[in-house]
């Protein structure tokens, strides 16, 4: 049966732990692309084992390096993964089917939102806000306004697109943070980053009051509402390890972004 191609794209540095097993689950894509910074593990010879396009560049960034992999796809449709992530059987028959819908019928919808799945410490985090995380990831290469791409920002980049979304059933995977170091490491630099964008927005305050309130007080409070209120206790010791950290996470943020500001007035 005829149906519309699909490229994936994915971004990697030193990903040989992770890379294979997202791979092997886009094996019905048309195109597989993978741009890497420089790895010095495996990363780029386990990607081409699996017949993906590599190419290697500098690292300009989240979003520029995805859309840097985003303008190299040829694909009528594009997901974008990152190299921790897995789709599930169900969600790779259920894109099959749209690919496949999509080749008769005339260009309606641009996009879809695809149910991502938090892997935390081995265990699958179903409370506490954490599902399902809404992710828009496969779009239509070209919409009636041009291209897709993802807004330039330093961290948590979205994706850019004109016309109707819809959300697919189905879910895929995030494995990102197998143990406490990895996450710890993770969160210690998106808080920087996440600190960067409140610095720029002009958001941090000089005043005592609204130190103690984003440093101390919007943590807890965060804390109390995901994993009381939105259950996240229900995920066990592995769901009061993810809220209590994910609120130090906060903590961190808004302290690096009154550090930034405070270097900023002295200079």
């Known amino acids: 049966m005829p149906r519309s191609t699909l490229s994936v794209a994915i971004i990697t540095l030193n990903e040989e732990a992770n890379l294979a097993r997202t791979l092997a689950s886009v094996q019905f894509a048309d195109e597989l692309l993978v741009v890497d910074s420089g790895s010095t593990d495996r990363t780029t010879e386990i990607a081409k084992s699996f017949g993906a396009k590599v190419f290697t560049e500098p690292w300009k960034g989240f979003a520029k390096q995805k ?10 449709w594009i997901l974008s993964l990152d190299a921790d992530e897995e789709l599930t059987v169900d969600l790779q028959n259920e894109i099959t089917r749209m690919l496949e819908a999509d080749a008769t019928t005339s260009p309606q919808i641009n996009g879809y939102w695809l ?8 265990r699958w985090m179903r409370y506490g806000g954490y599902y399902p995380d809404l992710k828009l ?5 070209l919409t009636p306004s041009g291209a897709s791409c993802f807004t330039d920002r330093p961290v ?4 850019q697109i004109a016309g109707r ?6 879910d895929f995977l995030h494995h990102g943070y197998p143990n ?4 710890l490491e993770h969160m210690n630099r998106y808080s920087s980053l996440g600190g ?8 941090v305050s000089r005043s005592w009051v609204a130190f103690c309130w984003n440093i101390v007080l919007v943590p807890i409070l965060t804390f109390v509402w995901n994993f009381i209120f939105r259950l996240g206790f229900m995920d066990g010791r592995e769901g009061l390890l993810l809220h209590l950290y994910h609120s130090a996470y906060i903590s961190w943020k808004y302290a690096k972004a009154w550090q930034r500001g405070s270097h900023d007035v002295r200079a």
């Open 156 to 159: 948590h980049e979205s994706v």
């Open 180 to 183: 406490l170091n990895i996450y």
């Open 165 to 170: 979304v819809e959300t697919l059933k189905n």
């Open 196 to 203: 960067q964008i409140v610095a720029a927005k002009g958001k």
């Open 115 to 122: 149910r991502l799945r938090h892997v935390f410490l081995g």
């Open 67 to 76: 859309n840097s992999a985003i303008e190299k796809c040829v694909g009528t």
């Open 137 to 141: 990831r496969l779009f239509r290469r």
